[in-house]
């Protein structure tokens, strides 16, 4: 079964600093990932995906997330926090097998972004 | 174009009394999924929808949820004999195909207490 890890339910950084919110995935095989934002009151929103091509993946909004494969990890970047960025973001996992569609999520990481 | 629609956005209903929610998917997007998320926890995989058959209800958690999809289109997510433990936002998605890899689109979720 998949599982998905996000270490640090919340992450404070200030305006300007790096950006690393954390995910470690547990699957069979090499899966596709994925990071999603959810600002309050709207619905999850895809920021990128890995599907085995590069395995750093470019997102929207200047976010960036590597795969690494022996530490089984997809964690999310962006150089420099910007006030809008606070929101809670999510890492799930899909399987390339038979259950294709079905993604497992990680619990969430809440960013806030201080002045 | 319209993004996932779900309705209503709030319901409030007592224990016991039965609950349906409705998912409105993008045109086109053959794919559809339902995802429960309680508070402080990512979404939790319920029921997907190839077209009008569930591909994968794998995710209900007994036989008091039920989800139908008639035409391919509009999901109806039906909720028997409420219990307590139901509160949680639930969420419907879309994507083009139910291939693992294709970006699932969120609606808004529909927030479900059960008094």
């Known amino acids: 079964a998949q599982s998905v890890t996000q270490l640090g339910s919340h992450v404070s950084v200030s305006e300007g600093a790096l950006v690393l919110l954390r995910c470690n995935y547990s699957?069979?095989?090499?899966?596709?990932l994925f990071w999603y934002v959810q600002y309050p009151n709207q619905g999850l929103q895809l920021l990128l995906k890995?599907?085995?091509?590069?395995?750093l993946v470019k997102g929207i909004n200047g976010f960036e997330a590597e795969f690494k494969k022996s530490e089984t990890s997809f964690h999310l970047t962006k150089p420099s926090a910007h006030m809008s960025d606070a929101a809670e973001y999510f890492c799930?996992?899909?399987?390339?097998?038979?259950?294709?569609?079905?993604?497992?999520f990680g619990d969430g990481t809440t960013l806030t972004v201080k002045p | 174009g319209a993004g996932v629609s779900q309705t209503p956005s709030n319901k409030v209903t007592e224990k016991g009394k039965y609950v349906e929610l409705r998912c409105d998917p993008i045109?086109?997007?053959?794919?559809l999924y339902w995802y429960r998320q309680s508070l402080g926890q990512g979404p939790e995989f319920l029921i997907y929808?190839?077209?009008?058959?569930?591909?994968?209800d794998s995710g209900l958690p007994n036989d008091r949820f039920f989800a139908v999809r008639p035409e391919g289109s509009v999901s109806t997510l039906k909720i028997q004999r409420t219990e307590r433990g139901d509160s949680a936002v639930y969420l419907c998605?879309?994507?083009?195909?139910?291939?693992?890899?294709?970006?699932?689109?969120f609606g808004p979720g529909t927030r479900l207490t059960v008094l």
């Open positions: 799930a996992v899909s399987d390339r097998g038979t259950n294709a569609g079905k993604s497992t």
């Open positions: 045109s086109g997007h053959t794919a």
């Open positions: 699957s069979s095989v090499p899966p596709y």
């Open positions: 929808f190839q077209g009008t058959g569930a591909a994968d």
């Open positions: 998605a879309s994507s083009l195909s139910g291939l693992a890899h294709n970006e699932q689109f």
């Open positions: 890995y599907t085995s091509a590069a395995t």
